[in-house]
């Protein structure tokens, strides 16, 4: 960590330095990812901290109404506006502002550090939302005194990217997993008191919304090939009856706005995680599924083989056949139980408790980088 510096303690942020948090993205979406990480080091930052300070606008978030927490409104801009300008309220000198999405306080006296999640704006948007987004980005990235990356191959990105960037001013913090995901004893009952459609039924799970480099078609594809399974969708926007054909129409169920416990009962009574993604900064519901005993199988692709190590099947072609090759091997019942275990074993590495203590250490470090003693 560097020399001691005398505004903190040995291992401790000294408890008297504003450290402002910018939920911004509580009100940018009402679950994901993002949001997840952002609730968790929230959740820790209130019980660690006396200066912490939030600002927020209005939201219907999922994760955010499980906190009780005094904010602080930023201004009377809309939000369509206000999410692209700079941070306008003054802050104490010294202060720590950390934004929940591509923000940053223009103050001199300001550390300011950027979490950077992936880069799927840059690989697969186009147009109008691909250049804003990458102004938005490149702006916070370049006036930050620290950056988190959520991965190795999101680090690597951002230096292919962003080849200006100090090296040195980067740090990989990897998300974590919540408590709620575990192996359940007996699982099949929770079904009958949650998810009764679910209760007689083999199935399998795809997590998340259903932008074009998620491949869902691909898990559309591969139910229709597979009669003897059902599909449950979690998460994402509404899903129509449009987006696949009417002859599995009745194999398909989805849920929105589920607890962290429901989705675990998912996770524990399904056959796999089907996760067909072509590029992730990181993918939680990976490091969720094989916490919670459910073997995942995925692509050999971005982040991916980072997060699951040993513990995934992962394909290097993404095509039909390739993932029901896959989802075969898991009828053997001795293959499926070893692939859970080292699931088990993997998921061990991740912890929402390391993420924080590792961010609050980076706060610390920045923040004598920049001040001295």
């Known amino acids: 960590m560097g020399k001691k510096c005398k505004s903190f303690s040995r291992n401790y942020m000294d408890k008297k330095i504003n450290i402002v948090y910018d939920n911004i993205i509580f009100s940018l979406q009402k679950a994901g990812g993002i949001s997840i990480y952002w609730y968790e080091l929230m959740k820790r930052l209130l019980t660690k901290h006396d200066t912490s300070v939030f600002y ?104 292919k990217f962003y080849p200006q960037i100090e090296e040195s001013k980067i740090k990989v913090i990897y998300n974590g997993v919540g408590n709620e995901f575990q192996p359940l004893s007996d699982s099949r009952q929770y079904l009958n008191k949650h998810f009764e459609v679910l209760k007689d039924q083999k199935y399998f799970l795809y997590i998340g919304d259903r932008s074009k480099y998620k491949n869902f078609d691909i898990v559309l594809d591969v139910l229709q090939e597979l009669p003897g399974y059902h ?38 009574n399904a056959l796999c995680l089907l996760y067909p993604s072509s590029y992730e900064g990181f993918g939680i519901p990976i490091v969720e599924a094989m916490k919670a005993g459910c073997p995942v199988i995925s692509t050999n692709m971005s982040s991916i083989p980072e997060v699951a190590g040993e513990a995934g099947l ?60």
């Open 56 to 159: 927020e606008s209005d939201n219907q978030n999922i994760f955010r109404k499980e906190l009780a927490l005094e904010t602080n409104k930023e201004s009377n801009l809309p939000l369509k506006i206000l999410r692209y300008f700079p941070f306008v309220n003054k802050l104490p000198e010294k202060s720590i502002f950390h934004s929940s999405y591509y923000r940053i306080c223009l103050q001199n006296d300001v550390v300011n550090i950027t979490t950077v999640h992936d880069f799927t704006y840059e690989y697969f948007r186009s147009a109008l939302a691909k250049f804003i987004h990458k102004w938005q980005k490149g702006f916070a990235i370049r006036n930050s005194d620290g950056i988190i990356c959520v991965s190795n191959n999101t680090k690597q990105d951002l230096l």
């Open 231 to 268: 599909l449950v969708v979690v998460g994402g926007k509404e899903l129509h009856q449009t987006e696949y054909n009417k002859n599995i129409s009745e194999r398909v169920i989805h849920f929105q706005g589920i607890s962290g416990d429901e989705l675990n009962i998912l996770y524990n």
């Open 314 to 373: 992962l394909v290097d072609d993404i095509k039909v056949n390739n993932f029901i090759k896959e989802i075969k091997k898991l009828e053997n019942d001795n293959f499926r139980n070893n692939l859970i275990n080292k699931g088990l074993e993997q998921s061990k590495q991740f912890s929402w408790d390391k993420c924080f203590d590792e961010t609050y250490s980076f706060y610390q470090e920045v923040w004598s980088k920049k001040f001295g003693d």
